[in-house]
């Protein structure tokens, strides 16, 4: 199967917590993610524009720090415009964007883009709260 988001083709690692062990990888996460993103998960600034055909529009930073708790290695952010950061991940060398498809056809740098803290994106209970029923739905359909 073909996927939309960066680096689909060598998203090949595996879980770094055996408490994940059941998601091969991030395509897998990424398929059950797709059924859990909706307008809730949502960055509220957003929330207006999301649609089930864009369910990844707004949700980069609460899945990227998901897929890290998933698969270890580094959130980093790309600064847009609008001076908020889009946040992907990389692990070893596997560098992949989960969300990246909200862009459409715009080419994301990938390369030299400062590294995200946890701490400071979830010093906003809105964004703590969204993050947290992520991962709670996630978890419930892994039966975990």
Same mark, same amino acid.
């Given at each position: 199967?073909?996927?939309?988001? @960066?680096? *689909?083709?060598?998203?090949? /690692?595996? $879980? ?8 091969? #990888? %991030?395509?897998?996460? @990424? ?5 859990? *993103? ?13 649609? %089930?055909? #864009? ?14 708790? +998933?698969?270890?290695?580094? /959130?980093?952010?790309?600064?847009? $415009? ?5 946040? @992907? #991940?990389? /692990?070893?060398?596997? +560098? ?17 883009? %400062? ?15 969204? @993050? ?11 039966? +975990?």
């Amino acid at each position: 199967m073909a996927y939309k988001f @960066y680096g *689909w083709e060598h998203a090949d /690692v595996r $879980p770094a917590d055996r408490y994940y062990q059941s998601i091969e #990888n %991030p395509r897998a996460l @990424y398929d059950m993610l797709s059924g859990i *993103w909706c307008a809730e998960t949502c960055a509220p600034r957003l929330r207006s524009r999301w649609t %089930p055909d #864009n369910r990844t529009l707004g949700q980069c930073s609460i899945t990227a720090f998901l897929a890290q708790d +998933i698969f270890g290695g580094n /959130v980093y952010g790309i600064l847009r $415009p609008d001076g908020n950061y889009h946040c @992907y #991940n990389a /692990v070893g060398s596997c +560098i992949f964007d989960l969300t990246s498809e909200q862009f459409g056809d715009e080419k994301l740098a990938y390369a030299n883009n %400062p590294e995200q803290s946890r701490d400071t994106h979830f010093a906003r209970a809105e964004k703590r709260a969204r @993050y947290e029923y992520l991962k709670a739905e996630l978890e419930k359909r892994l039966n +975990i």
